[in-house]
């Protein structure tokens, strides 16, 4: 077969498969399209689940009568016009083959009428051969679009619909969608002549959280906490629910205003939510994220559900950041519907895009009625950064003194003190070197996913009670309803089995929770490796000095080694 231009027919038959999976996308770019030419108030009306028909009517700045055939042609727009605005797109659509490719597998009339013109006009086409045809009618300013007998001309694909009232379901959830992306213009849907959506304009904040409750049920908008951050040009806002048992289908995310499923975003979401929601519960949220035009691509997607950040991690983070301090906030502080919301402007702080550096100071500052991410200072920066460096190598001059000796089953060394044959355990030895350790407040270091401890009430009231103690500790923990969330813990002990520690800690007697978590990471089932087993004792002789050899007898067990010998 040789090359050849497809005919537009087909072309734009081809390109409906991207564009027009059911009655629901066609919706959704029609009222794009509306939303897109200033509409205050839109009006979706279907027939047999948009199987038979659909029309959608606005009161936007219509087309002119010159331009309705060219508006029904492939990459026919009037949104983009040079690279330059590709690169910074603010509209909904920009490629110019939604009408096309709608009218290529129905019966589309488009009917429209700015205000300047005074007569309404008419184009009307059928997929079978494209032709267009241009009457004058009579409607008010603004668009309508029907669209009759949707794949009427591909049965393959008609067949593939689903029942009426699956497909009016989608439809449905694309109006609740659109509905919650803009509330300063007004949404109806009726099906078979019956208005089952009335969505009327929210120009307040009680109003939009009306409109919330409406999509998304009453107890959202009773209980939802509100977010508000900004940084370096980037800006969340909207509400979150940690505890939606039920409501798994409740999340909605806008970027710049349009849909969203992308995957960072979900991401950065998820993670935040991780260690906050019960067992049967899920994250429910409406959430818009706003940021310059020309740090995101939309162009990546043919339905523009998912995009490309320029700065993706820094988004990510930013997201992560702003849910988390929100619900951290304490659960008695809730927002007063009295009280304005205060915008949380997060520090500046400069991303990194090296995964493999240690972990950098996090820097934050207190506001009104819940804590930030606290400061922490460069010498502990310093010091979490020294960890994460080789050890130096021990010299012959730090080991005379030690260096026979013979690991034991991995948790004892066999060797010479003040003349006797001793066993060290070495966890004694790890235990006290951690006492000194944490005679300062040690690096903290964050979990990749906080760790939820089931408590009853007498856990969680010690909690509360011991919480700057065990921050001073390394360990950052906040309560939930019946649990403790570890947030941090000391640097280097991630791997800790903190689920059974922490409440040994936080049971411990008064000012005991230090030697507690000491002995829990020094355990003597711990087993060690030979170069941890010379590391422990280069650091003891030279903690020790002169009474190296005396302190190392004290809690050794001096053995019979002559006795044995002469037997």
Not at 267 to 290: C, D, K, N
Not at 307 to 317: L, S
Not at 488 to 508: H, I, K, N, Y
Request: aromatic content about 6%; overall charge neutral.
């Amino acid at each position: 077969m040789p090359i050849q231009i497809l005919p537009a027919r087909l072309a734009n038959q081809i390109a409906a498969g991207e564009v027009v999976e059911r009655p629901a996308s066609v919706i959704k770019e029609l009222v794009e399209n509306s939303l897109d030419a200033g509409a205050t108030r839109i009006e979706v009306e279907v027939d047999k689940g948009g199987h038979k028909r659909i029309l959608v009517r606005d009161n936007g700045s219509g087309i002119v009568q010159q331009e309705l055939e060219l508006a029904l042609s492939r990459h026919a727009t009037s949104k983009i016009a040079s690279l330059d605005d590709l690169e910074a797109i603010m509209s909904l659509g920009f490629r110019g083959e939604a009408l096309a490719s709608i009218s290529s597998v129905s019966r589309l009339s488009l009917t429209s009428r700015p205000q300047a013109q005074e007569q309404a006009w008419q184009a009307a086409c059928e997929g079978r051969d494209m032709a267009v045809k241009l009457m004058p009618v009579a409607h008010p300013q603004g668009t309508s679009v029907e669209v009759l007998d949707l794949f009427f001309n591909t049965p393959a694909r008609r067949k593939f619909l689903r029942t009426e009232k699956t497909e009016f379901n989608h439809i449905d959830e694309v109006i609740k969608r659109i509905a919650l992306s803009r509330f300063d213009v007004a949404f109806s849907l009726k099906h078979n002549g019956k208005l089952l959506r009335n969505f009327p304009v929210a120009d307040n904040d009680k109003a939009r959280l009306k409109r919330v409750g409406q999509v998304c049920g009453g107890n959202f908008g009773n209980d939802a906490m509100l977010v508000q951050s900004e940084f370096q040009g980037l800006k969340l806002w909207g509400w979150v629910l940690p505890s939606a048992v039920g409501m798994a289908d409740q999340q909605y995310c806008y970027v710049n205003g349009r849909m969203m499923r992308d995957k960072l975003v979900n991401h950065a979401i998820r993670q935040a939510f991780e260690g906050w929601l019960p067992p049967e519960g899920h994250a429910a949220y409406v959430l818009y994220l706003e940021l310059d035009a020309r740090q995101v691509d939309v162009n990546v997607h043919p339905a523009k559900h998912e995009v490309r950040f320029h700065q993706a991690r820094m988004v990510h983070d930013f997201i992560y950041r702003a849910i988390t301090d929100v619900l951290e906030r304490p659960l008695n502080e809730a927002d007063s519907e009295n009280t304005p919301p205060q915008v949380h402007s997060l520090p500046a702080v400069e991303p990194k895009h090296d995964y493999i550096t240690p972990l950098r100071p996090k820097v934050g500052e207190a506001t009104s009625g819940y804590r930030t991410s606290r400061d922490v200072s460069s010498a502990a920066a310093s010091a979490y950064q020294s960890l994460m460096r080789p050890a130096a190598p021990v010299t012959s001059a730090q080991t005379q003194t030690v260096d026979q000796w013979i690991l034991v089953k991995a948790k004892w060394l066999l060797l010479m003190l003040e003349n006797d044959c001793c066993l060290l355990p070495l966890y004694k030895l790890e235990q006290y070197k951690m006492l000194q350790q944490f005679s300062t407040r040690p690096v903290s270091q964050p979990l990749l996913m906080p760790i939820a401890i089931a408590g009853d009430d007498r856990l969680l009231s010690l909690a509360r009670e011991k919480r700057e103690e065990c921050r001073a500790l390394g360990l950052d923990i906040a309560t939930l309803p019946n649990k403790v969330l570890l947030k941090q813990v000391p640097a280097g002990f991630r791997q800790t089995d903190w689920a059974s520690l922490l409440p040994r800690v936080l049971e411990s007697a008064e000012g005991q929770s230090k030697y507690c978590l000491v002995q829990g990471l020094a355990a003597n089932d711990k087993e060690y490796q030979q170069a941890q087993a010379q590391a422990l004792l280069s650091w003891s002789q030279q903690h020790f000095g002169s009474q190296w050899q005396r302190q190392l007898a004290a809690w050794s067990k001096a053995l019979p080694l002559e006795q044995w010998l002469d037997e």
